[in-house]
C-alpha cells in the first residue's frame, strides 16, 4: 500500500552538496506520518540521520546537524535531505523511512516503510 522511492544520490568531492528526494505513495501513508532518512556503511549498523514529524519539527544526528537539512513538502508527498559540506564519512547508502504514527523515532524498527536505498559517495 506504501511505496517510498529515493532519489538524487551521486559521486560528489567532499565539501560538496547533494539533496535527496523521497517520493511516497499510497493511501494509507498520510502528512500526518513522521518520516526519516538513514544510512548504512558497509560493514556497520545502520544509522539514523534524520526525522521530522507529522507537524514538522526535526531532529538530527550529531554527526550531520549543521550540514544536513530535513524537510518535507507534503503537496507532493515528498521528503528531502538537502546535504551541504559533505565529507567521506558521509558515505553510504542512504534510505528513506517512514512511520505510521507522527512522532520524532530515531530507532529503525520504529518505521514499517522503507526505500530500497541510494548511494551517496563522498571523495576526497
Known amino acids: 500500500q506504501v511505496q517510498l522511492v529515493e532519489s538524487g544520490g551521486g559521486l560528489v568531492q567532499t565539501g560538496e552538496s547533494l539533496r535527496l528526494s523521497c517520493a511516497a505513495s499510497?493511501?494509507?501513508?498520510?502528512?500526518?506520518?513522521?518520516m526519516a532518512w538513514f544510512r548504512q556503511a558497509p560493514g556497520q549498523e545502520r544509522e539514523f540521520v534524520a526525522a521530522i514529524s507529522g507537524f514538522g519539527g526535526a531532529t538530527y544526528s550529531n554527526s550531520v546537524q549543521g550540514r544536513f537539512t530535513i524537510s518535507r513538502d507534503n503537496a507532493k508527498n515528498t521528503m528531502y535531505l538537502q546535504m551541504n559540506s559533505l565529507k567521506s564519512e558521509d558515505t553510504a547508502v542512504y534510505y528513506c523511512?517512514?512511520?505510521?504514527?507522527?512522532?520524532?523515532?530515531?530507532?529503525?524498527?520504529?518505521?514499517?516503510?522503507w526505500g530500497q536505498g541510494t548511494q551517496v559517495t563522498v571523495s576526497s
Open positions: 523511512a517512514g512511520s505510521s504514527g507522527p512522532r520524532l523515532e530515531s530507532l529503525p524498527r520504529r518505521y514499517n516503510y
Open positions: 499510497g493511501r494509507t501513508f498520510t502528512s500526518s506520518n513522521a
